[in-house]
């Protein structure tokens, strides 16, 4: 009974002298209805701890201790001695308008700490910033009496908010980070794998304001590359030395980082530049498989065979037209180079986007056309255009020419490992990007770099004869569809109608030369005339009806495309559907590819006109700042770009540039959740 009667006096004695509370209770002001507050607080000994809670209504947001673009955070004034410490839960990021601000939806708890508090009461202002549509920025007196009983829930209360608050580890022990190109670009590493990361900065020293961050992860390594900019919105020079504060989060784990910007490290400027160089290496060497190159490889075996068993003469023109292909590439980067410092929109084979090259590109290829048929000497009477096509087939500048033109010609195409390497090429520092388009040229000069070398290989072919003056019609037919498909890509600039006018003059003037020039005995001779014949006779009857029919017109009836945009994929996530995203362009081979042998398909059209999948498709035939955004803010700069958003993928997936329909209906089956 003594022993009961003394832990009973031990506990009361404990209670009365050591912890004291005090609780306002909800409170909403009149002048804002959508969000209540309340502050509860517990003594202990000197040391007091309060909780912080805000509610808001569906729709209302409030701010992080960094807001970001916009908003304010919430404050609260007390008397003069009393300081506070508070430890802020991970936020949310907001995009409204351009804006990417950092804050709380629905309802927050907010640990705090009170030091140099006197007496028994105490009184401060919180100031709320609160936003939806419109911004209220609204005071709340806080009156504390710590003679109010103790809330036996509140220590549970104050350790599980505690809980929310980030630690300083347990995400990643290696983080680096740098400035590149205007960009704050963060690598790290983790153990296990990435799951849905995402970061939250503070301001850096010196007023420098982050944007909104690009973030990749592969497996347990992550790169986040994040624009910034000074108070004047100018891009600094230089951010070395400087501190750099944020949280970082890794599925339901967060650490607080505080560190150093340091200069380009050597091993981390270009993180994985091995893979990428084996990936530019690959990509520039399937490029020779790619349609739009075929018909210059085609010309390189009719010089070939012109060269016999030349071994020298050989050799001399596979450099050559490696040297051409390496000058295209390098023309590209500077190209891209230039676009980079003056802040305009990157992407692969952006050139097709200018009616100008477009038209270069037409006449180059129909008059080399002009050139296999042998009636090129009668288009230019110049002698300067007369050596140019004297070299066209024979020469080493003719050799040079056909390399870079089959780069050119190459822009539109995207195959496998290309989209990846030039994606990492215009994201890295500029030395990295001349050394993957340097890579990109010698893939793609691998297998005439190979014939240079080993010249014998060339001597496999048959000897020349008659058969050669098929080869050449063939190969000038090659050549002639490409420049036919190259003015279909002016009717965007021109007008439907005036583009159909460029066709048609240029099969008149084709099947005039060439009947002109051709052996009437040929039996390939009268099967060309009449294919151009027929074709010029489709095209003119298109021109007086004005309503050609295209596939790709058909295929747009079929799926219900609607225009991309990031709202729209928010919105149809917000209802549980599922949304497939297509960016292509008139230009792009492979996009047509995709459509003829994919998109085009009766079973992948019912697969995308379901009821909970949303169709959506981007058009980069023409510039366009909405497009280039979206796919720079996926670090991607190619297409065509396919994507699959759902419940069971809300960050997206995306495909191969090349489709396939076994991949594309699985993964459109894993969106469902």
């Not at 540039?657 to 469902?672: S, Y």
Request: include cysteine; charge should be neutral; glycine fraction near 10%.
């Amino acid at each position: 009974m003594f022993n009961l009667f003394r832990g009973f006096v031990f506990l009361w004695l404990s209670c009365i002298g050591i912890t004291h509370a005090a609780d306002t209770g909800w409170q909403v002001s009149p002048q804002n209805d959508h969000a209540r507050i309340r502050f509860q607080a517990e003594r202990d000994q000197n040391r007091i701890q309060g909780l912080l809670t805000v509610e808001l209504k569906p729709g209302w947001k409030t701010y992080w201790r960094s807001p970001g673009e916009g908003g304010v955070a919430p404050k609260i004034s007390w008397p003069e001695g009393v300081t506070d410490s508070w430890s802020w839960p991970v936020p949310s990021r907001f995009d409204i308008s351009g804006m990417t601000t950092q804050g709380y939806h629905d309802k927050v708890t907010i640990p705090i700490v009170l030091d140099g508090v006197k007496g028994d009461a105490l009184d401060g202002t919180l100031t709320l910033s609160t936003c939806s549509n419109v911004c209220l920025l609204t005071d709340y007196p806080l009156h504390l009496d710590f003679n109010q009983p103790v809330d036996a829930g509140f220590r549970d209360a104050f350790d599980n908010a505690m809980r929310s608050v980030p630690g300083s580890s347990g995400v990643s022990s290696d983080l680096t980070a740098w400035l590149a190109d205007g960009n704050l670009v963060i690598t790290g590493t983790t153990e296990g794998k990435w799951d849905n990361p995402g970061i939250y900065f503070d301001p850096l020293e010196g007023d420098i304001l982050p944007g909104e961050p690009v973030i990749k992860h592969d497996g347990h390594q992550l790169r986040v590359t994040v624009p910034v900019t000074d108070e004047w919105g100018d891009k600094p020079t230089s951010l070395a030395g400087k501190a750099l504060s944020f949280v970082l989060t890794n599925g339901s784990e967060a650490q607080q980082t505080v560190m150093t910007v340091g200069t380009t490290p050597a091993a981390s400027a270009a993180p994985g530049m091995g893979k990428m160089v084996i990936f530019a290496l690959l990509g520039g060497l399937i490029l020779n498989l790619m349609p739009c190159v075929l018909p210059v490889m085609g010309m390189k075996l009719n010089s070939i065979l012109h060269a016999g068993s030349d071994r020298r003469t050989i050799r001399l023109r596979f450099l050559a037209t490696s040297a051409g292909i390496l000058t295209s590439f390098m023309l590209l980067a500077a190209m891209v180079t230039a676009l980079k410092l003056t802040g305009a929109s990157l992407g692969w084979g952006i050139q097709f986007q200018n009616p100008w090259f477009i038209g270069l590109m037409v006449a180059v290829t129909f008059l080399f056309a002009l050139n296999l048929f042998g009636v090129f000497e009668m288009l230019l009477p110049s002698a300067a255009a007369g050596r140019l096509a004297a070299t066209g087939g024979t020469g080493l500048g003719g050799s040079f020419c056909e390399g870079m033109f089959a780069t050119l010609l190459a822009t539109p195409c995207s195959a496998p490992f290309l989209g990846t390497a030039v994606a990492f090429a215009l994201g890295a520092p500029l030395q990295t990007l001349w050394l993957i388009f340097l890579m990109l040229g010698v893939g793609m000069s691998l297998p005439w770099l190979f014939v240079a070398l080993v010249p014998k290989t060339a001597t496999l072919l048959p000897k020349p004869g008659r058969w050669m003056n098929t080869l050449k019609i063939i190969l000038g037919l090659m050549m002639l569809a490409s420049s036919l498909w190259l003015a279909t890509l002016l009717n965007l600039h021109l007008g439907e109608t005036a583009g159909q006018i460029v066709m048609l003059v240029l099969i008149v003037i084709a099947l005039a030369l060439f009947t002109m020039k051709g052996q009437t005995s040929s039996p390939l001779f009268w099967l060309v005339v009449i294919s151009l014949s027929v074709f010029g006779g489709y095209q003119l009857r298109g021109l007086l009806n004005a309503s050609p029919v295209l596939a790709t017109q058909r295929v747009e009836q079929t799926i219900p495309w609607q225009p991309l945009s990031e709202e729209a994929i928010q919105m149809a996530l917000a209802q549980g559907k599922r949304v497939f995203v297509d960016i292509s362009a008139d230009w792009c081979v492979t996009c047509k590819v995709n459509e003829h042998r994919v998109l085009n398909q009766p079973d992948i059209i019912a697969a995308l006109s379901q009821p909970d999948v949303v169709a959506l498709r981007g058009d980069w035939s023409q510039p366009s700042a909405l497009i280039a955004a979206f796919l720079e803010k996926r670090n991607r700069y190619a297409i065509p770009f396919n994507e699959v958003y759902g419940p069971g993928i809300p960050d997206g997936e995306i495909l191969s540039p090349l489709l396939d329909k076994r991949t594309l209906v699985a993964t459109l089956n894993n969106a469902k959740g």
